[in-house]
């Protein structure tokens, strides 16, 4: 940091001062573009580059030993929106300007009133009063030294033993990481933007499958209400099942059927049918008191196989379920979805195996 306002006083030191030269800057002029884009050059020859050249900011007297060359390459970035043009130009410049070295120590006589780490640090550059001149020199390094015998604290300042255009290679640095620092800020926004996009298009989705899933509760609604007017027409299907399985399974499958033969306008089904006495029994619970209807299949002899469930509520849903009659399972229960809802019909197909 420049601390125009500390001014310290030197006794004496070395000052070495650089003799002057004009000179023209050259160097290769690189252009970074955005990502997506490309740069359109009619040059073949890759050992062609594009270049610039700049003249002395000040005019001095010709001369063949006032005239020469360095060379600073540029960049400009239109990702980051920057540029080290000016300032590598600037720095160049000063490079043969003649620049100013000097070096000293001071001690607690040239500080005055400043008092270091307080009104000024390493690296800050202050005003160092010498021969009647203000020099501007760096803080190289501040060391704190006490006298043994009385333990008396002071202070030792060291300044310059660089050159004053060596701040150059810093702000050159410093500029080089905002650079980046820029860069990976552009990259973070459209890294950024890409997620926001996404997001949207999720949540677009996201609407739309919920749109989806509404449609598909009213339709749901819809095929049960079908499926309710559909009931009067199971009794005539079961008849229909019974004879499509005798193609599946070896052997007529066996039938239960048992029914409260009470017609309502749910459903119209009645009477008692069975013809698989040997193989099983049907026993239900309900009653106006009862949680939940229940209809229970008990297996008797020692026969295996599988059976299917049909049992139709009062109100006129039904339930259909299938299970596997084993040696260590020998029921099945189906029990009633809804609280105080009883069945009003079962019927159990029952289909043995082969070996039966």
Known sequence: MIRTDVVLYASGGEMT????????V?????????EGQEQHSSVVDPRIQNGYICRPFKPVAPGRFNFGFVRADVTLNLQSQSSDLERVVDA???????????ERDIGVEGLGRFVPTRHFDVGDTVSVAVWGLRVPAVVTGIDAVSDAESGLLAWRVHV??????????????NEQIRRQIAQERAQRLREAGALSTKVASVESKAEE?????????????????????????????NARAIRTNQF????????????TNKTNAFTSSAGE???GADFGYLLWTGGLLSPQGEVTFTATGAWTGAILMHAVTGDGYSDVTTAFITADTRSHVSIAGALF???KSATVWIFPNPTV
């Open 160 to 173: 310059g033993g660089q050159l004053v255009s060596d701040l150059d290679a810093v702000s050159a640095n």
């Open 209 to 237: 499958a919920e749109s989806k899933a509404a449609q598909a509760g009213e339709s749901a609604e819809a095929a049960m209400r079908r499926a309710i007017a559909a009931n009067t027409e199971a009794s005539a299907a």
């Open 17 to 24: 001062v650089g003799r002057r030269v004009a000179t023209h």
């Open 26 to 34: 050259y160097g290769a002029f690189e252009v970074v573009l955005p």
């Open 248 to 259: 599946v399974l070896s052997g007529m499958p066996r039938l239960l059927h048992i029914d």
């Open 341 to 343: 809802q009883n069945y």
């Open 92 to 102: 160049a410049q000063e490079r043969v300007s003649g620049d100013v070295f000097f």
């Open 273 to 275: 049918l069975n013809n």
